[in-house]
């Protein structure tokens, strides 16, 4: 699995932080539009797939579902 691949639930860090400070977003929905929810402030952000993919810097957090 790639430093890139992502999934539901993920923690994510993207290239440039959001104007509250915060770079660690949660995946909070998947398909051809990607939401992503800011972990400082809980703004979400809804892109699409390929604008994503660009702007993401790494996974910090896999989510596990058997926790």
């Known amino acids: ?3 890139k691949a992502f999934g539901l ?3 994510v ?3 440039k932080p959001h104007p ?3 770079n660690r977003w949660k995946v909070i929905r998947l398909g051809a539009d990607i939401r992503i929810k800011c ?3 809980d703004h979400s952000v809804l892109m699409p797939r390929r604008e994503f993919t660009k702007k993401l810097k790494k ?3 896999r989510y ?3 926790e």
């Open 64 to 66: 596990a579902e058997n």
């Open 9 to 11: 639930h993920d923690v």
């Open 39 to 41: 972990m400082g402030c």
């Open 13 to 15: 860090e993207m290239k």
């Open 20 to 22: 509250c400070g915060e």
């Open 59 to 61: 996974v910090l957090e």
């Open 1 to 3: 699995m790639s430093d």
